[in-house]
């Protein structure tokens, strides 16, 4: 058995965790599946469903936004972006104003959820019975934790995990 796939036009349930993958496709205008998750967002306010997320997605995102300044950075002046953050130690500062931006957006729309004692138990527990990485594993059990089995990913691993629902737009 695997999780419930679901499309995005598909009738929403109230509650909603959404996964880094999502998140970063909302914010940015640059990523593959940004529109579709743009009309999925719209379809979120329309259903009145409640958007929850952790400090997990938090983080991945700011990495995202940094990461990819640093790229942007290290091929103007043709250097690997690694290279960038050590050479220019202050470079992160100069995107931090985005970085805080994209946060407030996703505080914005969503509500978040606390990492509880119980959700490291559970994450070694799925990433045993899953083969999902650790931060797939986490995502899903902080949700799991505060009782939540539906998620919005645009990663085809969270598909292998029993139990859940997960609308994603992934071909």
Same mark, same amino acid.
């Given at each position: 058995m695997? *999780? #419930?796939?679901?499309?995005?036009? %598909?009738?929403?349930?109230?509650?909603?965790?959404? %996964? =880094? +993958?999502?998140? &970063? *496709?909302?914010?940015?205008?640059? #990523? !593959?599946?940004?529109?579709?998750?743009?009309?999925?967002?719209?379809?979120?306010? %329309?259903?009145?469903? @409640?958007?929850?997320?952790?400090?997990?997605?938090?983080?991945?995102? =700011?990495?995202?936004?940094?990461?990819?300044?640093?790229?942007?950075?290290?091929? /103007?002046?043709?250097?690997?972006?690694?290279?960038?953050? !050590?050479?220019?130690?202050?470079?992160?500062?100069?995107?931090?104003l985005?970085?805080? +931006?994209? !946060?407030?957006?996703?505080? #914005?729309?969503?509500?978040? @959820?606390?990492?509880?004692?119980?959700v490291?138990?559970?994450?070694?527990?799925?990433?045993?019975?899953?083969?999902?990485?650790?931060? %797939?594993?986490?995502?899903?059990?902080?949700?799991?934790? =505060?009782?939540?089995?539906?998620?919005?990913?645009?990663? #085809?691993?969270?598909? /292998?995990?029993?139990? &859940?629902?997960?609308? +994603?737009?992934?071909?």
């Open positions: 695997s *999780a #419930e796939r679901r499309n995005f036009l %598909d009738r929403l349930e109230p509650v909603i965790y959404w %996964d =880094a +993958t999502y998140a &970063i *496709a909302f914010i940015d205008e640059n #990523e !593959r599946f940004h529109a579709e998750c743009d009309v999925f967002f719209q379809h979120l306010i %329309d259903a009145s469903a @409640l958007s929850v997320l952790s400090d997990m997605v938090f983080n991945e995102v =700011a990495f995202h936004r940094i990461k990819a300044a640093l790229l942007t950075e290290g091929n /103007r002046i043709g250097q690997h972006w690694m290279s960038v953050k !050590r050479n220019q130690p202050n470079f992160i500062s100069t995107v931090m985005d970085v805080e +931006t994209k !946060r407030r957006e996703l505080e #914005e729309a969503t509500l978040k @959820l606390l990492l509880t004692d119980h490291t138990n559970r994450a070694f527990q799925l990433m045993r019975s899953y083969s999902i990485l650790p931060t %797939d594993a986490y995502h899903i059990a902080i949700a799991l934790e =505060a009782g939540i089995n539906v998620f919005v990913s645009l990663d #085809e691993d969270f598909l /292998r995990v029993d139990g &859940i629902i997960v609308y +994603t737009c992934l071909p």
